[in-house]
């Protein structure tokens, strides 16, 4: 059952480095949940490697992982990047010194062969091992959850990514810990890593979910309108009515601003303006030339160049979610769109213009 397990999770991870390429896996906004998931997949595959292909049952039991160490930093640093806080190097290092130290143990234990030639130390010093890895990822996790449940400005889909993978990291080691205890209690002899690399599993496929709707949201404001013009030929709509329906809902965009709710759909839009989902579409293809979420998303930009410029000193996420940007990833996508410039580079544009045109 636990190889049964341990192959469940390292296939999710598997499934996630293959696709992620083709999802933007360089796009920065999302760094650190994809090096989790590299890390993840590194940490099953070598105790796959020790359970099936070695079968050594005692190291695959013992020698934990170094990796673990570094679970609860990154998802720090993503919590961080996406409420627009930026990090320095040497802060960033100094919450991975305990992976780095895990990382030179690990390699020294396997060059000095200490399980087979003192394993008397070897079980010491990885049950020390073992506690220090549930302690940094206990309160990594912890102090995430009690900085998210309250936030309510982080946009809800990357609040809810974050909250899930703490929720399944804090769930794998009160698990482990909780069979540990038994079998030091009981005499039983159940496996502590069951209910970690189980929970493994569902957040590598958390993250896989996200990137694949975070992609999906982005790609699909970028259909071409050509093909769908043969759909409105035959359509009973006059090329003076599109042109007043045009007008009209450029008037409500720019009076009542609906697009400032991150949740505005083209249903929402068509009952407002009080015309047929079919005719407001017709309208956006035909006489703005886009569909509907690039439509909406194009104000969004222009309305988020006017918060800059008002509030340069404002961080990006908050002005982002102001004007209903859900995804800091599809923010930048619109907003070099438009003004050839990331938010960030703009805002350092504005903070220093004559270095910029210099």
């Not at 341990?6 to 480095?17: H, R, V």
Request: charged share 15%.
């Amino acid at each position: 059952m636990l190889s049964l397990i341990t192959t469940f999770a390292f296939a999710q991870a598997l499934i996630g480095l293959y696709v992620l390429p083709k999802q933007t896996i360089f796009n920065r906004h999302y760094l650190y949940l994809k090096t989790l998931i590299v890390l993840i997949s590194i940490h099953l595959g070598i105790k796959l490697f020790l359970l099936s292909v070695l079968k050594d049952p005692y190291l695959f039991g013992r020698l934990n992982s170094f990796t673990t160490f570094s679970y609860g930093p990154l998802l720090y640093f993503q919590y961080r990047q996406f409420k627009g806080q930026k990090m320095s190097r040497m802060h960033k290092g100094l919450h991975l010194i305990p992976f780095l130290l895990a990382f030179l143990l690990y390699v020294s234990c396997l060059i000095g062969q200490l399980p087979s030639q003192n394993p008397a130390l070897f079980h010491q010093v990885f049950e020390v091992f073992v506690y220090l890895l549930m302690l940094s990822v206990a309160s990594y996790t912890a102090y995430l959850l009690w900085k998210l449940i309250p936030d309510t400005h982080l946009p809800s889909h990357e609040r809810s990514l974050l909250l899930q993978c703490s929720a399944f990291f804090m769930i794998s080691v009160f698990m482990g810990y909780i069979t540990s205890f038994l079998n030091s209690w009981l005499g039983t002899q159940w496996d502590a890593h069951f209910f970690p690399y189980l929970a493994f599993g569902f957040i590598c496929w958390i993250c896989l979910r996200f990137f694949l709707r975070q992609h999906t949201a982005t790609q699909i404001g970028f259909k071409s309108v050509a093909s769908v013009r043969e759909t409105y030929e035959k359509s009973g709509l006059s090329e003076m009515q599109l042109q007043a329906y045009f007008e009209a809902l450029e008037q409500f965009m720019r009076r009542e601003k609906p697009f400032r709710n991150p949740e505005l759909s083209l249903d929402d839009l068509s009952q407002a303006l009080k015309i047929s989902r079919h005719q407001l579409s017709q309208v956006l293809n035909q006489k703005a030339e886009k569909n509907f979420y690039a439509y909406v998303n194009d104000y969004r930009v222009q309305e988020m160049i006017v918060l800059l410029k008002k509030h340069p000193g404002e961080k990006i996420a908050e002005l982002a979610h102001q004007v209903g940007f859900q995804s800091k990833t599809t923010l930048n996508t619109y907003f070099k769109k438009v003004t050839g410039y990331s938010p960030t580079q703009y805002q350092q544009f504005l903070s220093n213009p004559v270095q910029e045109a210099s």
